[in-house]
């Protein structure tokens, strides 16, 4: 309908019912307290969200998406649900419970730090989304998945980077501190930076590797098929 909605109170307010049950013109914000999400797909796939320092968006029970994501709060994830993104936003909050924070479309900005410490939580990049980490902010998930393009401007700590599909870039001109980084399927890694991953950088054959002047990688294996 017409109009939006914001959540105020520390309280919790839980929605529940059919795909799409809130539809509305203008932004949801969330100011204070719980906002959860009861089913999938509650929230219409054109909703714009806005989660303040103070509020928390609440994935109890079913996947979500939403058109653009904004804020500084928290996002729970509860139980393997995922929150998908399809127009970007700029969003620097906490990320908790297991699941996936999927950018799928737009510029998706981080200028301050987002954080996941779950290891079954993953940060993916679509391949219609640009996420652009600035200077001085930092992406923390266990594990990230670009199928889009990433730029690191500023840090990234992730336990594996992937990078993957025709297009996909990630572009390196700050830091990636990492596990394993994983280049296939005609992915594009660009080091302008550092890349410090303690166990391997391996690119598959049809993948390229860009080392420009100036960057740096530090690895125990280094593996170009």
Known sequence: GTGG??????????????????????????????????????????????????????????DQEIDALEGTGLIDLGTANKLVVNEGGNFSGRVIGTGTLDIVNGDFQIDDDITSDNEDTSFNVGSGATTTITQDSTLTFPTVDVQGTLNV???????????????????????VNTSTVTVQDAGTLNVGGTIDASNSVIVYEGATLHLENGGNIETDTASIY
């Open 153 to 175: 401007d500023g840090t990234t700590q992730a336990s594996t980077v992937t990078v993957q599909g025709s297009g996909a870039q990630l572009n390196v001109n700050g830091t």
């Open 5 to 62: 909605f914001t959540k105020i109170g520390s309280g919790t307010l839980t929605l529940n019912g059919v795909a799409g049950s809130v539809d509305l013109d203008s932004k949801i914000i969330i100011d204070n307290g719980i906002l959860a999400l009861d089913g999938a797909y509650i929230l219409a796939n054109t909703s714009d969200v806005l989660i303040n320092n103070n509020g928390t968006m609440q994935l109890i029970n079913g």
